[in-house]
């Protein structure tokens, strides 16, 4: 596999418009030269108009495999994520069995690899089935083939202190950071969505953004305490927001995500019951959204992760109280993110790669995705193309489940190819099956 | 009107209409012959996920009085507690002909999924879904206030009137109750003010958007308002104990601050009535020197709610103008056969 692409009048990070020539998995040649160099059999792309950013880095995917395989497959979700611009995935604990040993997840990196639609990097859960009572074997796992560097029980929280400072503390061992997933359990037992205004109508039970709060707060100053790196999950609130600010005010080695969803959706939506708004932590109110918009510009927030969870149609369409938590988004986070931030003018081109693939990298310590757009790094890349508008329909997602908050939606941006070590899994806007095949 | 879900999609003009309508329903319950042959041929279905024997009898008999054929479909001993699915109920009884489902569910919002899912044509009656909407409730509750504290206190023709100017105090545990949340709904649509007093842990977070004042204290709420009516809420006595939420220390205390005794009975003004949407606790919320008093109208409350489900069946399947007087006796069907 040396098929050559040149990209033609392409804007890296939505800059100045250059040729870059992409061979031997590498990024080749950039500017002029490049189609001199490109030779006979270079695929030319014709890229007017076109972006060009680092592939995207996903820490916070549900690939659910093994386990739930009627829901999605470690195949069906990376061909999504490719789709989506990913080049690659974090893929979470809460599988059946528990992502929880070196075998587990040696399986499902090597099954990623075996896909070969993104890089599969497997996060391992931070106590025995996720019940919150005793590590797992951190050390196996990041000794593993898999060379696990998140851990995370996320779906749960790490609620004991005691067991969350001894992960902070365990895993610098191999540089290793705990991604929690922070709720209280007390508070927000039974709980269906936000608490406020909208839940105090509709009658269901509230999950307070306290609950999320309250343990930010406390892991925030147990990685100061101990010396820790400490990744907050896809936070929600205005108040976490400001917690995060402070503490890395104080220098605080804490990063936090927020998703696709949290920054365009609330709480509103819970008003017609339709699960497919059911989500966890759960959509809030617009001075969230703002807040949570705001943080994400001026750095407080490090990154945006999808928190990619589908399910199936029978635990989505039923009565609100009975459904799963969770919403897919491999597919419409890059869309999402441009419409909020980009479209109105808050972040750049640059600032959308810093916050969905260098900082995602960065955290999640993969060295070779998220590197700049130069001459000889990866060709781990994505081409988009933000002038185009398109309407979402589930079951046109590669996704095997279609619970997309964002059905009948016109988004903005459309990503058009994602080259993976210089090989394209998407071209077109069409995944590339067939080279995936003999990539193999 | 095709469905009644909640109490918040009843502007005043439908909820006086359907209050008119019960109350010539009412009219016709008590002549000798009360059935009326109206919904002759249809088929209501009481689709019953909680076990509620009062709500299920009330629609039972409004239906039957209206002649419509009934099927009490209760989740206990049924395919539902082997797993069937909200979805494939729904589908059981679209396939059996429902014109109509009444749904009792534990999870809030069931009956708004039942309606929009797709699954039924039938119209959908939210006869209680979790902590959310209760609306007959509310309307009888609504009837009952009208009925006695609307005109010169009763034997007036009350047919057109709202509620504007009345003052009704709600105690007790406005955060589970879905008959709290249907009240303030429909009487701020009805015209009355409304004040909901519980102790704090009772009240949800998120009330300060609800038309109504909240009050921490049974005895100042009847001093400051003087309510024209007192509606007591079923408190459960597990939600004292830390497993049911802790939401108040024990019983004793919830009745000293809460309980409908003599005292505060005899504290009210002279004309204001006692309601309570039942089952009652006894000697919790309410002692039994003001649930047996003649001012309250708990017994009166039972006997409404079939003429207002009558109302709302009728309106909902037969959605044509109300009976009149001498329907039964313009049709064949004369005899009772229930």
Redesign the interface.
Same mark, same amino acid.
């Given at each position: 596999m040396s098929t050559r692409y040149l990209l033609l009048d392409v804007a890296p990070l939505g800059g100045e418009a250059t040729d870059v020539l992409l061979a031997d998995g590498v990024i080749a040649v950039i500017g002029e030269d490049a189609q001199a160099q490109a030779g006979d059999d270079a695929t030319v792309l014709d890229c007017h108009g076109l972006v060009l950013l680092p592939g995207l880095v996903d820490l916070h995917t549900h690939l659910r495999e093994p386990g739930r395989e009627d829901a999605e497959t470690i195949r069906s979700g990376t061909r999504a994520a490719a789709l989506g611009g990913f080049t690659a995935v974090h893929a979470m604990a809460n599988t059946t069995p528990t992502q929880d040993t070196a075998g587990v997840v040696e399986q499902v990196w090597r099954l990623g690899r075996e896909a070969g639609w993104v890089d599969v990097h497997p996060v391992g859960a931070v106590t025995v089935g996720l019940e919150g009572e005793r590590l797992a074997e951190l050390g196996a796992m990041a000794e593993s083939q898999a060379q696990v560097r998140v851990f995370s029980d996320d779906g749960k929280c790490v609620h004991d202190p005691v067991v969350m400072r001894r992960a902070l503390e365990y895993v610098k061992a191999f540089d290793g950071v705990v991604a929690q997933h922070a709720q209280e359990p007390r508070l927000t037992e039974g709980a269906?969505m936000h608490?406020?205004?909208?839940? $105090?109508? %509709? +009658? %269901?039970?509230?999950w307070?953004a306290v609950a999320e709060e309250a343990i930010i707060a406390r892991d925030v100053l147990l990685a100061e305490h101990v010396g820790s790196r400490l990744h907050v999950c896809h936070l929600s609130t205005a108040g976490s927001v400001e917690i995060i600010r402070w503490a890395k005010s104080r220098g605080i080695d804490v990063t936090a995500e927020v998703t696709p969803h949290h920054l365009i959706l609330t709480d509103e939506l819970a008003r +017609?019951?339709d699960p497919v708004y059911k989500v966890n932590p759960p959509l809030r109110t617009q001075r969230d959204v703002e807040a949570v918009r705001a943080g994400l510009e001026d750095g407080t927030i490090d990154i945006v992760a999808t928190d990619h969870a589908p399910h199936t149609r029978?635990d989505k369409?039923?009565?609100?109280? $009975?459904a799963a938590f969770g919403m897919t988004g491999l597919e419409t986070a890059l869309s999402v993110v441009q419409e909020t931030m980009v479209d109105t003018g808050r972040m750049t081109w640059a600032d959308v790669a810093r916050v969905l693939s260098t900082a995602p990298a960065r955290i999640g310590r993969v060295s070779d995705h998220g590197r700049p757009i130069a001459v000889g790094e990866p060709a781990n890349l994505v081409l988009v193309d933000p002038a185009a508008r398109r309407t979402v329909e589930p079951e046109q997602q590669a996704t095997k489940s279609v619970n997309s908050p964002f059905r009948g939606r016109d988004l903005s941006g459309c990503v058009i190819a994602t080259f993976l070590r210089g090989r394209a899994t998407v071209l077109d806007g069409s995944p590339c099956d067939e080279s995936v095949v003999v990539s193999r | 009107m095709r469905h009644l879900l909640s109490t918040a999609d009843l502007d005043v003009a439908e909820a006086v209409r359907i209050l008119d309508t019960a109350g010539q329903m009412a009219a016709t319950q008590a002549r000798e012959i009360k059935k009326l042959p109206t919904l002759r041929g249809r088929t209501v279905v009481n689709l019953f996920f909680e076990d509620s024997t009062r709500t299920r009898i009330s629609f039972e008999t409004a239906a039957k009085r209206l002649s419509a054929d009934v099927i009490n479909f209760s989740a206990k001993g049924s395919s539902v507690s082997k797993g069937e699915s909200l979805k494939d109920t729904a589908l059981t009884l679209q396939a059996m002909g429902a014109d109509a489902v009444v749904i009792r569910h534990h999870a809030s919002g069931a009956p708004h999924t039942l309606a929009h899912g797709g699954w039924t044509t039938g119209s959908v009656v939210n006869a209680g879904d979790g902590t959310h909407q209760h609306p007959t409730q509310a309307l009888l509750d609504a009837y009952t206030l009208r009925r006695h504290l609307v005109g010169d206190g009763g034997r007036a023709d009350v047919s057109g009137r709202d509620l504007t100017g009345l003052r009704v105090a709600i105690v007790g545990d406005v955060l589970h109750s879905r008959v709290a949340r249907s009240n303030v709904q429909l009487l701020h649509t009805l015209g009355a003010e409304v004040t909901l007093v519980a102790p704090p842990t009772l009240v949800p977070v998120g009330v300060e958007a609800w038309p109504a004042r909240v009050s921490y204290h049974l005895d100042e709420a009847i001093a400051d308002d003087k309510p024209d009516a007192i509606m007591m809420l079923r408190v459960q006595r597990e939600r004292m104990s830390s497993a049911g939420g802790g939401f108040f220390p024990s019983p004793l205390e919830y009745t000293r601050g809460y309980g409908l005794d003599a005292r505060r009975l005899a504290s009210l003004p002279e004309h204001a009535i006692v309601l309570h949407p039942g089952p009652m606790n006894r000697g919790l919320e309410i002692s039994a020197d003001a649930a047996d008093s003649s001012r309250a109208v708990i017994v009166e409350q039972v006997a409404n709610g079939v003429a207002v489900r009558m109302a709302v069946l009728y309106l909902l399947l037969a959605g044509g103008d109300a009976p009149t007087s001498s329907q039964p006796g313009t049709t064949n069907e004369t005899k009772v056969d229930a």
């Amino acid at each position: 596999m040396s098929t050559r692409y040149l990209l033609l009048d392409v804007a890296p990070l939505g800059g100045e418009a250059t040729d870059v020539l992409l061979a031997d998995g590498v990024i080749a040649v950039i500017g002029e030269d490049a189609q001199a160099q490109a030779g006979d059999d270079a695929t030319v792309l014709d890229c007017h108009g076109l972006v060009l950013l680092p592939g995207l880095v996903d820490l916070h995917t549900h690939l659910r495999e093994p386990g739930r395989e009627d829901a999605e497959t470690i195949r069906s979700g990376t061909r999504a994520a490719a789709l989506g611009g990913f080049t690659a995935v974090h893929a979470m604990a809460n599988t059946t069995p528990t992502q929880d040993t070196a075998g587990v997840v040696e399986q499902v990196w090597r099954l990623g690899r075996e896909a070969g639609w993104v890089d599969v990097h497997p996060v391992g859960a931070v106590t025995v089935g996720l019940e919150g009572e005793r590590l797992a074997e951190l050390g196996a796992m990041a000794e593993s083939q898999a060379q696990v560097r998140v851990f995370s029980d996320d779906g749960k929280c790490v609620h004991d202190p005691v067991v969350m400072r001894r992960a902070l503390e365990y895993v610098k061992a191999f540089d290793g950071v705990v991604a929690q997933h922070a709720q209280e359990p007390r508070l927000t037992e039974g709980a269906q969505m936000h608490e406020g205004v909208v839940s $105090a109508e %509709l +009658g %269901l039970a509230g999950w307070p953004a306290v609950a999320e709060e309250a343990i930010i707060a406390r892991d925030v100053l147990l990685a100061e305490h101990v010396g820790s790196r400490l990744h907050v999950c896809h936070l929600s609130t205005a108040g976490s927001v400001e917690i995060i600010r402070w503490a890395k005010s104080r220098g605080i080695d804490v990063t936090a995500e927020v998703t696709p969803h949290h920054l365009i959706l609330t709480d509103e939506l819970a008003r +017609g019951y339709d699960p497919v708004y059911k989500v966890n932590p759960p959509l809030r109110t617009q001075r969230d959204v703002e807040a949570v918009r705001a943080g994400l510009e001026d750095g407080t927030i490090d990154i945006v992760a999808t928190d990619h969870a589908p399910h199936t149609r029978e635990d989505k369409d039923c009565e609100w109280a $009975a459904a799963a938590f969770g919403m897919t988004g491999l597919e419409t986070a890059l869309s999402v993110v441009q419409e909020t931030m980009v479209d109105t003018g808050r972040m750049t081109w640059a600032d959308v790669a810093r916050v969905l693939s260098t900082a995602p990298a960065r955290i999640g310590r993969v060295s070779d995705h998220g590197r700049p757009i130069a001459v000889g790094e990866p060709a781990n890349l994505v081409l988009v193309d933000p002038a185009a508008r398109r309407t979402v329909e589930p079951e046109q997602q590669a996704t095997k489940s279609v619970n997309s908050p964002f059905r009948g939606r016109d988004l903005s941006g459309c990503v058009i190819a994602t080259f993976l070590r210089g090989r394209a899994t998407v071209l077109d806007g069409s995944p590339c099956d067939e080279s995936v095949v003999v990539s193999r | 009107m095709r469905h009644l879900l909640s109490t918040a999609d009843l502007d005043v003009a439908e909820a006086v209409r359907i209050l008119d309508t019960a109350g010539q329903m009412a009219a016709t319950q008590a002549r000798e012959i009360k059935k009326l042959p109206t919904l002759r041929g249809r088929t209501v279905v009481n689709l019953f996920f909680e076990d509620s024997t009062r709500t299920r009898i009330s629609f039972e008999t409004a239906a039957k009085r209206l002649s419509a054929d009934v099927i009490n479909f209760s989740a206990k001993g049924s395919s539902v507690s082997k797993g069937e699915s909200l979805k494939d109920t729904a589908l059981t009884l679209q396939a059996m002909g429902a014109d109509a489902v009444v749904i009792r569910h534990h999870a809030s919002g069931a009956p708004h999924t039942l309606a929009h899912g797709g699954w039924t044509t039938g119209s959908v009656v939210n006869a209680g879904d979790g902590t959310h909407q209760h609306p007959t409730q509310a309307l009888l509750d609504a009837y009952t206030l009208r009925r006695h504290l609307v005109g010169d206190g009763g034997r007036a023709d009350v047919s057109g009137r709202d509620l504007t100017g009345l003052r009704v105090a709600i105690v007790g545990d406005v955060l589970h109750s879905r008959v709290a949340r249907s009240n303030v709904q429909l009487l701020h649509t009805l015209g009355a003010e409304v004040t909901l007093v519980a102790p704090p842990t009772l009240v949800p977070v998120g009330v300060e958007a609800w038309p109504a004042r909240v009050s921490y204290h049974l005895d100042e709420a009847i001093a400051d308002d003087k309510p024209d009516a007192i509606m007591m809420l079923r408190v459960q006595r597990e939600r004292m104990s830390s497993a049911g939420g802790g939401f108040f220390p024990s019983p004793l205390e919830y009745t000293r601050g809460y309980g409908l005794d003599a005292r505060r009975l005899a504290s009210l003004p002279e004309h204001a009535i006692v309601l309570h949407p039942g089952p009652m606790n006894r000697g919790l919320e309410i002692s039994a020197d003001a649930a047996d008093s003649s001012r309250a109208v708990i017994v009166e409350q039972v006997a409404n709610g079939v003429a207002v489900r009558m109302a709302v069946l009728y309106l909902l399947l037969a959605g044509g103008d109300a009976p009149t007087s001498s329907q039964p006796g313009t049709t064949n069907e004369t005899k009772v056969d229930a």
